[in-house]
């Protein structure tokens, strides 16, 4: 087995603290001495757009990852000294399912439904149309219309649903069916040759389902809502793949087991011999 791991993680509320649980001290610290081994890719997996990752990376004090799969699974960038460089096979792989219908063709499909409020153009893309749902909103029934809909121009969509806690608001994606986090992830470990046993994924909640439920390795972190908590371990039962996720417990070497505490939990239960490059980190707070 190659010492080479894969590490991909979710930000909010799965590496970034910005939850309403606590915070275990220096788990953060011991997260980025993780990444830090040349041993290591870390990908951040991402419903964010690129600047709002740059943002996160800098008000969390986070490592720069070597990859970013961001917009919930519909871009790929490759991180280096020279920047950001985005890779245009990603759009090749996915652009197959829309067919000729682009961004306004889509929206022109749901224009009649008032429950969706379109999210901020920066917050859409070629391959990802995104809107604001209230809560109270019989989100069966929504998605229904629109999975109808979509398959009556023959689109392959997927309709993404996740919950922005602190804004207390639903947040509901279309995008190409092949442009999912796991798809996504599937498409790097393929091009970086990664295989499954080198690889974890770290997620918290919806938009992070597919890839939790899937063979690959997957950690979900401690302060996940019990809801996602079901809905993973059921799916993933389903699927006969409930050897492959771990949900972080806590009372582990002293942590708590959220946000990163969580992450390194779980890659230590997939990844035992990974301890002994964090176990040391300096115990304190990033700067
Ligand atoms: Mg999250």
Request: glycine share 6%; charged share 25%; net charge negative.
């Amino acid at each position: 087995m190659s010492d080479r791991i894969l590490i991909c993680t979710d930000l909010d509320r799965t590496l970034l603290p910005n939850g309403s649980q606590a915070e275990s001290p220096g788990a953060r610290r011991r997260f980025a001495a993780l990444a830090a081994r040349s041993e290591t890719t870390l990908v951040y997996v991402t419903g964010r757009y690129r600047a709002l990752v740059e943002k996160a990376i800098a008000s969390y004090n986070l490592p720069l990852p070597d990859f970013l799969i961001g917009d919930v699974g519909t871009t790929i960038y490759e991180l280096s000294k020279r920047g950001w460089r985005y890779w245009p096979d990603w759009d090749e792989e996915i652009a197959r399912d829309w067919r000729t219908m682009g961004h306004s063709a889509l929206k022109a499909l749901f224009l009649d439904l008032a429950e969706l409020r379109l999210q901020e153009s920066a917050k859409q893309n070629r391959f990802k149309l995104s809107y604001y749902v209230p809560l109270y909103v019989d989100r069966q029934r929504l998605l229904q219309t629109m999975q109808e809909r979509l398959d009556s121009e023959a689109v392959r969509a997927d309709l993404i649903w996740s919950v922005d806690e602190p804004a207390g608001i639903g947040l509901l994606d279309v995008v190409p069916a092949s442009a999912t986090k796991f798809h996504a992830v599937e498409f790097l470990m393929r091009r970086l040759d990664f295989a499954p046993e080198n690889t974890v994924f770290c997620g918290d909640s919806g938009n992070d389902l597919p890839v939790l439920t899937s063979p690959i390795h997957s950690v979900l972190v401690a302060n996940a809502t019990s809801e996602v908590c079901r809905e993973a371990r059921q799916s993933a039962e389903q699927q006969g793949t409930s050897d492959a996720l771990y949900i972080a417990r806590g009372d582990f070497m002293g942590m708590n087991g959220n946000y990163s505490a969580g992450i390194l939990e779980g890659i230590t239960h997939f990844l035992p011999h990974t301890r002994a490059w964090w176990v040391d980190a300096e115990n304190e707070e990033p700067g």
